[in-house]
C-alpha cells in the first residue's frame, strides 16, 4: 500500500531546482552525512515562494537528503485514504507569535571563524544568516567570558571593590572575535538580529568565593553594582553599533548553588533573585535609555521553571513589572515533561518563554563530544524544537555557532559538539546534520509567525508524526513533519484542499503553500 502511494505521489510532485548549490557530501561511516564547506564551494539553499495551488517542500533525512526541494499541486478533494495518517490544519485556532531562532557568538565560535580565510568566513556567516543559507534572527551573547573561552575572566576586575566600575572595558576578545563576528552577521542577516546578552560570572571581587566557578553567591553590597554591570555592558555594545534586544538574569543560577560545574557560575536563590530584580536590575533598566529591553529570568534548566518564574512572582510579585519572560535551556528535557511550561503560559500568558541554548555532546555518557554525522543529534533537536513549539516558546536559540573537531576551544575542558565544525588545518567546514534540522525551522518560520492547530488522526497500530505548524508574515502556511520511522505517506489537508505527502524514511519534511 506505501509503494503504490508513494509511486502516485511521486508522478504528481516535480523536483525544483532553481538556484540550489547542493551539498558536498562526505558520508560518515554508520552514520549520516557532512555537508562540506571550502573556499571555492558550500552549499546553499533558495526557499521558492508557492503561488496559487502550489507547495513546495523540503527534506532531509538520516540516508543524506539536505533540503531536497519538490513542489505539487493541491488537490481539492475532500475524500480521507484509507490506512493513512491524516494531518488536519485548523488555520482560525491560533497560539504565539515566533520571535526567532539562532545561536551563540562565543569566544570559541569567533576564534574559530577567524581561523578560516575571508571567503570562508563569509560562507559561515552567510550559511547561518544569509538569504541563501538558514536565515537566523537571534543570537546569544555572553557578557565576559565562559568556559568557551580561551581563559576564566570578566569585565572591570580591577581596581576590585569598584562600586562605581571605574574600569569597565571590554575586553580583547570582543573586539578581536565577538563584534567582528557579529557586525558581519548583520551585515547580512535577512531581519534585524536580536540578541540576547548573559552574564555567566561578573568579577571575582563581587562574589562570596573568589573563584570563576564552583559554589558562590553575589555579595549583598554589590546588588546595584551587578546591576549597573549589565548595563554598562549594553551601552559599550551600543557605542560598537550592536544594539542589544534583551538580557538574561545570569547563566544557569543553580550552578552556583549546588556547584555543578567548574567553570563561569554565580549561584543565586529565590530570596536573593526576586530582591535583585526588584530593587537594581529592573528599576535600572526601566529607567535607562534601553527601557524597553527585555528582562528575561530563568536561564536554567526546563526542571528549574517553576522555582524561576512562578515562586518568584509568588513573593516578589513586583518582578511582573520588570520581567518580559523566561528563559530554558535544553540538557533537561528528555527528564522533564514539556507540560512544566504550562506553569507559566496559563498563570500568565503575556509572558513570552524562550529556549536560550542547547548543545549536544554535553551529558556525561556522551563519550563523543563531536559526533561528525550524527543523526541521532539532529533527531533529538528536531523533536525538541517541535515539543517546545507546540508548548508555545517563541524561539529557540541554538549553542555554539561553531566550534573546531575537538569541541572547543574550552578552558576547562567541557567540549560539546556543534551545527558547524571548523577544521582549520583543512581550511574547511563541516555542516552537520544538527545544521540542517535547525534550518527546517528558522529559514521557513519567520519572525512574527503564529503557530496553528494542527489534529492527527492515525490508522490503528501506525506510530505518530511529530509535526508543528504556523501561517507566516508572507502570507503562507508552514507545516513541519517528522517521521522517526519508515517511509509512509501521510494526507495533509484544511478546510478546502489537500494532498498526500510522501515522507522518506528517518526524514524531516518542511511544506509550505499559499494561503
Same mark, same amino acid.
Given at each position: 500500500?506505501?509503494?503504490?502511494?508513494?509511486?502516485?505521489?511521486s508522478?504528481i510532485a516535480?523536483?525544483?531546482?532553481?538556484?540550489?548549490?547542493?551539498?558536498?557530501?562526505?558520508?560518515?561511516?554508520?552514520e549520516?552525512?557532512?555537508?562540506?564547506?571550502?573556499?571555492?564551494?558550500?552549499?546553499?539553499?533558495?526557499?521558492e515562494?508557492?503561488?496559487?495551488r502550489?507547495?513546495?517542500?523540503?527534506?532531509?533525512?538520516k540516508?543524506?537528503?539536505?533540503?531536497?526541494k519538490?513542489s505539487?499541486?493541491?488537490?481539492?478533494?475532500?475524500?480521507?485514504?484509507?490506512?493513512?495518517?491524516?494531518?488536519?490544519?485548523?488555520?482560525?485556532?491560533?497560539?504565539q507569535?515566533?520571535?526567532?531562532?539562532?545561536?551563540a557568538?562565543?569566544d570559541?565560535?569567533?576564534?574559530?571563524?577567524k581561523?578560516?580565510p575571508p571567503?570562508?568566513q563569509?560562507?559561515?556567516?552567510?550559511?547561518?544568516?544569509?538569504?541563501?543559507?538558514?536565515e537566523?534572527n537571534?543570537l546569544?551573547?555572553p557578557?565576559?567570558?565562559?568556559?568557551f573561552?580561551?581563559?576564566?575572566?570578566?569585565?572591570?576586575?580591577l581596581?576590585?571593590?569598584?562600586?562605581?566600575l571605574?574600569?569597565?572595558?571590554?575586553?580583547?576578545?570582543?573586539?578581536?572575535?565577538?563584534?567582528?563576528?557579529?557586525?558581519?552577521?548583520m551585515?547580512?542577516?535577512?531581519a534585524?538580529?536580536?540578541?540576547?546578552a548573559?552574564?555567566?560570572?561578573?568579577?571575582?571581587?563581587?562574589?562570596?568565593?573568589?573563584?570563576?566557578?564552583?559554589?558562590?553567591?553575589?555579595k549583598?553590597?554589590?546588588?546595584?553594582?551587578?546591576?549597573?554591570?549589565?548595563?554598562?555592558?549594553?551601552?559599550k555594545?551600543?557605542?560598537?553599533?550592536i544594539p542589544?534586544?534583551?538580557?538574561?538574569?545570569?547563566?544557569?543560577?543553580?550552578?552556583g548553588?549546588f556547584?555543578?560545574?567548574?567553570?563561569?557560575?554565580?549561584?543565586?536563590?529565590?530570596?536573593?533573585?526576586?530582591k535583585?530584580?526588584?530593587e537594581?536590575?529592573?528599576?535600572?533598566i526601566?529607567?535607562?535609555?534601553?527601557?524597553?529591553?527585555?528582562?528575561?529570568?530563568?536561564?536554567?534548566?526546563?526542571?528549574?521553571?517553576?522555582?524561576?518564574?512562578?515562586?518568584?512572582?509568588?513573593?516578589?510579585? +513586583?518582578? *511582573?513589572?520588570?520581567?518580559?519572560?523566561?528563559? $530554558?535551556?535544553?540538557? @533537561?528535557? %528528555?527528564?522533564?515533561?514539556?507540560? =512544566?511550561?504550562?506553569?507559566?503560559?496559563k498563570t500568565?500568558?503575556?509572558?513570552?518563554?524562550?529556549?536560550?541554548?542547547?548543545c549536544e555532546?554535553?551529558?556525561?555518557?556522551?563519550?563523543?563530544?563531536?559526533?561528525?554525522?550524527?543523526?541521532?543529534?539532529?533527531?533529538?533537536?528536531?523533536e525538541?524544537?517541535?515539543?517546545?513549539?507546540?508548548?508555545?516558546?517563541?524561539?529557540?536559540i541554538?549553542?555554539?555557532?561553531?566550534?573546531?573537531l575537538?569541541?572547543?576551544?574550552?578552558w576547562?575542558?567541557?567540549?560539546?559538539?556543534?551545527?558547524?565544525?571548523?577544521?582549520?588545518?583543512?581550511?574547511?567546514f563541516?555542516?552537520?546534520?544538527?545544521?540542517?534540522?535547525?534550518?527546517?525551522f528558522?529559514?521557513?518560520?519567520?519572525?512574527?509567525?503564529?503557530?496553528?492547530k494542527v489534529?492527527?488522526? +492515525?490508522? *490503528?497500530?501506525?506510530?505518530?508524526?511529530?509535526? $508543528?505548524?504556523?501561517? @507566516?508574515p %508572507?502570507?503562507?502556511?508552514?507545516v =513541519?513533519?517528522?517521521?522517526?520511522?519508515?517511509?509512509?505517506?501521510?494526507?495533509?489537508?484544511?478546510s478546502?484542499?489537500q494532498?498526500?505527502?510522501?515522507?522518506?524514511?528517518?526524514?524531516?519534511?518542511t511544506?509550505e503553500?499559499?494561503?
Amino acid at each position: 500500500m506505501y509503494l503504490f502511494l508513494g509511486i502516485i505521489v511521486s508522478l504528481i510532485a516535480f523536483t525544483t531546482v532553481i538556484g540550489d548549490t547542493p551539498c558536498a557530501e562526505r558520508r560518515i561511516p554508520n552514520e549520516s552525512v557532512v555537508c562540506v564547506c571550502n573556499s571555492s564551494y558550500c552549499d546553499d539553499i533558495t526557499r521558492e515562494v508557492p503561488t496559487g495551488r502550489t507547495y513546495i517542500t523540503y527534506t532531509s533525512s538520516k540516508d543524506g537528503l539536505r533540503f531536497k526541494k519538490d513542489s505539487g499541486v493541491w488537490s481539492y478533494l475532500n475524500v480521507e485514504p484509507c490506512c493513512t495518517t491524516t494531518l488536519e490544519l485548523f488555520p482560525n485556532t491560533t497560539y504565539q507569535t515566533i520571535e526567532g531562532f539562532g545561536g551563540a557568538v562565543t569566544d570559541s565560535a569567533g576564534i574559530n571563524w577567524k581561523s578560516l580565510p575571508p571567503v570562508l568566513q563569509d560562507y559561515l556567516i552567510r550559511s547561518y544568516f544569509g538569504e541563501k543559507g538558514l536565515e537566523y534572527n537571534m543570537l546569544r551573547v555572553p557578557i565576559g567570558g565562559t568556559d568557551f573561552s580561551t581563559r576564566a575572566y570578566a569585565y572591570n576586575e580591577l581596581p576590585e571593590n569598584d562600586t562605581h566600575l571605574s574600569n569597565y572595558t571590554l575586553a580583547p576578545e570582543d573586539y578581536m572575535y565577538k563584534i567582528p563576528m557579529i557586525k558581519s552577521i548583520m551585515n547580512v542577516s535577512t531581519a534585524p538580529v536580536h540578541i540576547v546578552a548573559t552574564t555567566w560570572s561578573p568579577p571575582l571581587w563581587m562574589k562570596t568565593r573568589h573563584h570563576y566557578g564552583g559554589f558562590s553567591r553575589l555579595k549583598e553590597e554589590y546588588y546595584q553594582t551587578y546591576a549597573d554591570y549589565h548595563l554598562k555592558f549594553i551601552e559599550k555594545y551600543d557605542q560598537s553599533g550592536i544594539p542589544v534586544w534583551g538580557i538574561t538574569t545570569t547563566n544557569e543560577p543553580f550552578n552556583g548553588v549546588f556547584s555543578f560545574v567548574k567553570f563561569n557560575s554565580l549561584g543565586w536563590d529565590l530570596t536573593e533573585m526576586g530582591k535583585w530584580i526588584t530593587e537594581n536590575l529592573g528599576p535600572t533598566i526601566r529607567n535607562s535609555k534601553y527601557k524597553d529591553l527585555k528582562i528575561i529570568t530563568g536561564d536554567d534548566q526546563r526542571l528549574t521553571i517553576y522555582y524561576w518564574f512562578n515562586l518568584l512572582a509568588k513573593y516578589y510579585p +513586583k518582578i *511582573l513589572d520588570y520581567i518580559d519572560g523566561l528563559g $530554558v535551556h535544553y540538557y @533537561t528535557d %528528555k527528564f522533564v515533561p514539556a507540560i =512544566v511550561f504550562e506553569t507559566v503560559t496559563k498563570t500568565h500568558p503575556e509572558k513570552f518563554i524562550l529556549a536560550t541554548e542547547a548543545c549536544e555532546g554535553s551529558a556525561p555518557w556522551q563519550k563523543e563530544k563531536v559526533y561528525l554525522g550524527s543523526w541521532t543529534r539532529a533527531k533529538s533537536y528536531i523533536e525538541d524544537i517541535m515539543e517546545d513549539l507546540n508548548y508555545n516558546l517563541v524561539g529557540w536559540i541554538d549553542w555554539n555557532l561553531c566550534l573546531n573537531l575537538k569541541g572547543g576551544p574550552n578552558w576547562e575542558g567541557n567540549y560539546v559538539d556543534s551545527t558547524i565544525i571548523v577544521d582549520k588545518d583543512k581550511q574547511e567546514f563541516l555542516k552537520q546534520p544538527m545544521y540542517y534540522a535547525m534550518g527546517h525551522f528558522s529559514k521557513f518560520i519567520p519572525r512574527g509567525s503564529v503557530r496553528i492547530k494542527v489534529v492527527e488522526k +492515525k490508522p *490503528l497500530f501506525s506510530s505518530a508524526l511529530r509535526h $508543528v505548524a504556523f501561517l @507566516t508574515p %508572507k502570507n503562507t502556511t508552514v507545516v =513541519v513533519i517528522y517521521n522517526d520511522g519508515q517511509a509512509r505517506p501521510v494526507n495533509l489537508k484544511n478546510s478546502i484542499k489537500q494532498n498526500m505527502l510522501y515522507l522518506p524514511a528517518h526524514s524531516v519534511t518542511t511544506l509550505e503553500y499559499a494561503n
